[in-house]
């Protein structure tokens, strides 16, 4: 089953606003990370943010972290038709196996220009 | 520095008929690991290797086996593949990094079983 779950679903959004996309997990986590998927492609690493972190920040991006809630947000602010792409949050748990991410469904963005 | 690459890009498979999705990373990471993503949904893990000569199964292992070739290579196969089995298949590699494990992807393979 899914560790993370995003929300909402899709969103879409005019040009120069800022998005938000929200994140529940289940268990206890050693990291959270957020990941962007042009359709068609690969995910690509946009930002991690510890267990001990309560908001962390890259560019337009800002991370937050709520483990007593279990729950993150990732927030874009001035977005651009660039932005546009599904999002995925992904919880790692680290076990005797070796590290695994555990993706949620993801936030579909859309961006109009 | 090619990262993470796959081959094929494509594949049409008729039920029952096997094969082999390559995937190799030039990153020098120990993990690697093979997911399938389903349409509207997220990524779900099939096998994964932590290091050079160990697998472990994932959320979904049915139907699928891999092999952990060397560090660099990491290759999934269907025996026997199912329409079920449709879908895009994904390849990623992490390291360590100060306990981060981000994860690097390839483009992923696109199959089709019919």
């Known amino acids: 089953s899914q560790q993370g779950e995003e929300d909402p679903q899709a969103l879409s959004i005019q040009e120069g606003e800022n998005a938000t996309m929200n994140c529940s997990y289940k268990?206890?986590?050693?990291?959270l990370q957020w990941y962007r998927q042009n359709s068609g492609r690969g995910l690509v690493h946009l930002i991690l943010?510890?267990?001990?972190?309560r908001e962390k920040h890259s560019g337009r991006l800002r991370v937050t972290l709520d483990t007593s809630k279990k729950s993150s947000s990732l927030l874009i602010t001035a977005s651009r038709a660039a932005d546009t792409a599904s999002y995925f949050c992904?919880?790692?748990?680290?076990?005797?196996?070796?590290?695994?991410?555990?993706f949620g469904e993801g936030t579909q963005l859309t961006v109009n220009p | 520095n090619a990262g993470v690459t796959q081959t094929p890009k494509f594949q049409v498979l008729k039920t029952g008929q096997s094969m082999t999705l390559q995937c190799a990373q030039d990153?020098?990471?120990?993990?690697m690991y093979w997911y399938r993503q389903d349409p509207g949904m997220g990524l779900r893990l099939i096998y994964y290797?932590?290091?050079?000569?160990?697998?472990d199964k994932g959320e979904v292992p049915n139907g699928y086996n891999v092999s952990r070739l060397n560090k660099r290579e990491f290759s999934l196969r269907l025996e026997s593949a199912a329409p079920s089995q449709t879908s895009v298949y994904f390849c990623?590699?992490?390291?360590?990094?100060?306990?981060?494990?981000?994860?690097?992807f390839g483009p992923g393979t696109r199959l089709t079983v019919t």
């Open positions: 990623a590699s992490s390291d360590r990094a100060g306990g981060a494990y981000e994860q690097y």
């Open positions: 268990t206890s986590i050693n990291n």
């Open positions: 943010i510890r267990s001990n972190e």
């Open positions: 992904a919880t790692l748990d680290r076990g005797a196996s070796g590290s695994r991410l555990t």
């Open positions: 990153m020098n990471h120990n993990s």
């Open positions: 290797s932590a290091s050079e000569g160990t697998t």
